[in-house]
C-alpha cells in the first residue's frame, strides 16, 4: 500500500523553517523536507517510536507496525512495504537486543478489550516463536483492560502496564516465550487500585516506575508516582508505602517519565493555571521519592506557550538536557505540535529553539513523543492535520537538526570513537565503559554482537556494514557506517 506525503505539510514545514528560530531546523536529509507522514489513514497518530541499531525507525500506531529507513522513506525489506498491518491498537514498540520487535495494545471484542504483546522478526513477520504464532493475550479485566507501555526485564522478559476497571492499574509480566510469568504477582499479574497509570520505567537496579493521577471524585487531583520491586511488590522505602503524589499545587496528572543517570525521577504532565487554562509542567524526585527543592522553583518548572492551554506528554533526557514535547493550543489556531528543552537543574534553555520553546501555530496537530538520535538529531513524532475540518489527522514524524553545530560540537555530544574505519580487520571503541557493540549487514542482519572494547572482524568478507555501540543499560550510543577492507593498511 503506497505512503503518500500531503501537500499541506510541505506548507507546515516551510512556515516552520522560518518559526523555530536558529537551531534545530527541520532536516532536509529526511523523507520529504524534513517529515513524514501516512495520508491514506486517518483520525490516528503515531503513539510509540524506537530506534533500531542501524538507524532505522520503528514507529506504533492503531492498525499498523511502520518502519522507515534512516532517511525517512518506508523499508520496502520490512513486512508489507514498510507496514505491518492488523486490526489492532499498538500503543508501544521496543526493540530486543537481538533486533526482534516487541509492539504492546488492545484488542476490541465486542465493546470488550484485552491485553497483548506481539513480536516480530526483523523481518516484519510474527515470530512463532513468541506465545502463539507471535502473539500473546491477557485478560486483565472482564470489561476493557489495553498494554500502554512496557520495558524489558533484566532476566529477557517484558514488563507491562495497562489499566482497567476505570481507575486502577495492573503490572503483568512474561517470560522471554511470551508466557506469563507465574512468579511474579498473581499468575504473573499484580494489580493496584491506588492509581490510574500513564507511563511505566525501569530504574538501573531493576525497579518499576509508574506515573500517572490519584483519582478522588469526578475529576483527577494529583499526579501519582509508584515504585515497584522487581517481584511486584511496592518498594516502601519510595515515598510514603511506595507512592508520592503531587500535591494540589503541582500537576493533576503526570502523563510521562523519566530516570536520570543517578536515579531521579522527572515527572511532566499539565499543570492547571486556571479555568480554562494549563501549562508544561515538570517536577524532580530523589531517589527515596522526596521532592527535590533544587529544581526549578521548589521541586517544578512551569513553561507557558501561549497564555492559553498547554499540554505536555512525554520527556527525554540526552547530553544534560531534558526535552518535553505535546501540543500548546492559542484558542484562536487550535492546537499545534509543541516542545520545550530545560537544562537539569530545571532552568529553561533559552539557546533551543525560540528562548527554549518550539512550535508552529501554522500547523494543527501534537507530538506525542520524541527521540534523540545518537548524532543530537531530534525525532518527534504524534500527528498533524488540518484546523478544519478537526478529524483530518494523519501519522506524523519530523526529524530536526541544528545547523549551528560544528563537526567539533558534533564531537563533543557524542564522544564515541570507532577506530580505524575503513578497518583491516581490528577495531577499537574508546568513550564508554565496557561496550556492547552489534555489527549488523546493510540489509540489518545482526553478524556480530561482543561486549568488548577491542573487536576482531577479520573473519568478515571485505564490503560495508553497520556498526551500532551500546552502554551497560543498553542505551545506543552511536551507529555508523563501518569499511572492511582486507588491504587497507598494508
Not at 486502577?168 to 504477582?185: E, I, N, W, Y
Not at 525560540?354 to 501554522?362: A, F, L
Request: charged share 20%.
Amino acid at each position: 500500500m503506497p505512503i503518500v506525503k500531503s501537500l499541506f505539510t510541505v506548507f507546515a514545514v516551510f512556515i516552520a523553517l522560518l518559526s523555530v528560530g536558529q537551531s534545530y531546523v527541520p532536516d532536509p536529509g529526511f523523507a520529504f523536507s524534513g517529515t513524514f507522514t501516512e495520508t491514506d489513514v486517518n483520525r490516528i497518530g503515531y503513539s510509540s517510536a524506537a530506534l533500531q541499531p542501524d538507524g532505522k525507525i520503528v514507529l506504533a500506531r492503531q492498525g499498523a507496525v511502520v518502519r522507515l529507513n534512516p532517511d525517512g522513506i518506508p523499508d520496502n525489506s520490512f513486512a508489507d512495504h514498510g507496514r505491518y498491518e492488523v486490526d489492532l491498537r499498538f500503543n508501544k514498540v521496543l526493540i530486543q537486543p537481538d533486533g526482534k520487535i516487541l509492539a504492546c495494545g488492545s484488542i476490541n471484542y465486542s465493546g470488550t478489550s484485552h491485553s497483548f504483546i506481539t513480536r516480530l522478526l526483523p523481518s516484519g513477520s510474527p515470530d512463532p516463536s513468541f506465545g502463539t504464532a507471535g502473539f500473546s493475550e491477557v485478560d486483565v479485566d472482564t470489561v476493557r483492560d489495553g498494554f500502554a507501555s512496557m520495558v524489558l526485564a533484566p532476566d529477557g522478559g517484558i514488563y507491562a502496564a495497562c489499566n482497567y476497571a476505570l481507575y486502577h492499574t495492573a503490572l503483568v509480566k512474561f517470560r522471554a516465550d511470551g508466557r506469563p510469568d507465574s512468579s511474579f504477582g498473581n499468575s504473573g499479574i499484580v494489580q493496584d487500585t491506588i492509581s490510574v497509570f500513564s507511563d511505566l520505567k525501569m530504574d538501573d537496579v531493576g525497579r518499576l516506575v509508574i506515573s500517572g493521577y490519584y483519582r478522588s471524585g469526578a475529576f483527577p487531583s494529583q499526579g501519582i508516582v509508584v515504585r515497584y520491586m522487581p517481584d511486584g511488590n511496592r518498594d516502601t522505602s519510595f515515598g510514603s508505602i511506595g507512592l508520592v503524589m503531587s500535591g494540589s499545587a503541582l500537576a493533576w496528572w503526570y502523563s510521562a517519565l523519566n530516570i536520570t543517570t543517578d536515579g531521579e525521577i522527572i515527572c511532566v504532565g499539565p499543570y492547571e493555571s486556571g479555568v480554562t487554562k494549563s501549562d508544561y509542567l515538570a517536577c524532580r524526585y530523589h531517589v527515596n521519592g522526596v521532592l527535590d527543592t533544587s529544581f526549578g522553583t521548589g521541586g517544578s518548572t512551569v513553561i507557558d506557550f501561549f497564555k492559553h492551554s498547554d499540554a505536555a506528554y512525554n520527556i527525554a533526557i540526552k547530553n544534560d538536557k531534558i526535552f518535553l514535547c505535546g501540543e500548546t493550543n492559542n484558542y484562536y489556531f487550535g492546537t499545534s505540535p509543541a516542545a520545550s528543552r530545560l537544562n537539569m537543574d530545571g532552568s529553561l534553555d533559552t539557546t533551543f529553539a525560540k528562548g527554549g520553546i518550539m512550535t508552529d501555530t501554522s500547523e494543527y496537530g501534537s507530538y506525542a513523543g520524541v527521540l534523540i538520535q545518537p548524532d543530537g538529531k531530534l525525532l518527534f513524532y504524534g500527528n498533524e492535520g488540518e484546523y478544519i475540518p478537526y478529524d483530518h489527522k494523519f501519522p506524523l514524524i519530523r526529524r530536526f537538526y541544528d545547523p549551528s553545530l560544528s563537526i567539533k560540537d558534533q564531537a563533543k555530544h557524542n564522544p564515541i570513537n570507532i577506530f580505524p574505519n575503513p578497518t583491516s580487520g581490528e577495531l577499537c571503541i574508546t568513550g564508554t565503559d565496557k561496550p556492547r557493540v552489534i555489527i549488523s549487514s546493510l540489509a540489518s542482519r545482526k553478524l556480530m554482537d561482543v561486549s568488548a572494547s577491542t573487536i576482531d572482524i577479520s573473519h568478515l568478507p571485505d564490503g560495508m556494514y553497520i556498526i551500532s555501540v551500546f552502554d551497560t543499560m543498553n542505551n545506543l550510543l552511536k551507529t555508523e557506517k563501518l569499511v572492511k577492507d582486507a588491504e587497507y593498511e598494508k
